[in-house]
């Protein structure tokens, strides 16, 4: 069992960056994949971004590539999310999500979600 809890959102022009941060309780955290996601008013929720549980491999979704950065610090039991350039069409509610077993970019496959944290990014 992981339970998941984000923190880092906010109010910022476009341009600008945010780290948003998930805290994980359980002592298999470590063991966990995670994933990034967001959804946007009116609009399904997608994938942002994913990484394997030991950290070697990422995977970002084509829109935010270049731009933001996920990593993870096992000993604090946190995954964060680097955004940098940040554009208005990146405003949504992201949530970070966990799942056993290797990486996936599939909202359905992931078992464990936060609460999300708002992000909204000004022209």
């Known amino acids: 069992q992981v339970q998941l809890v984000e923190s880092g959102g906010g109010l910022v022009q476009a341009g600008g960056s945010l780290r948003l941060s998930c805290a994980a309780s359980?002592?298999?955290?470590?063991?966990?994949?995670l994933g990034w996601f967001r959804q946007a008013p009116g609009k399904e929720r997608e994938f942002v971004a994913a990484?394997?549980?030991?950290?070697?491999?990422?995977y970002y979704a084509d829109s935010v590539k270049g731009r933001f950065t996920i990593s993870r610090d096992n000993a604090k039991n946190t995954v964060y999310l680097q955004m940098n350039t940040l554009k208005p069409e990146d405003t949504a509610v992201y949530y970070c999500?966990?799942?056993?077993?290797?990486?996936?970019?599939?909202?359905?496959?992931?078992?464990?979600w936060g609460q999300g944290t708002q992000v909204a990014v000004s022209s």
């Open positions: 359980g002592r298999t955290f470590s063991s966990y994949a």
């Open positions: 990484l394997s549980w030991s950290g070697r491999y990422t």
């Open positions: 999500a966990a799942k056993a077993g290797s990486t996936s970019t599939a909202t359905g496959e992931y078992a464990y």
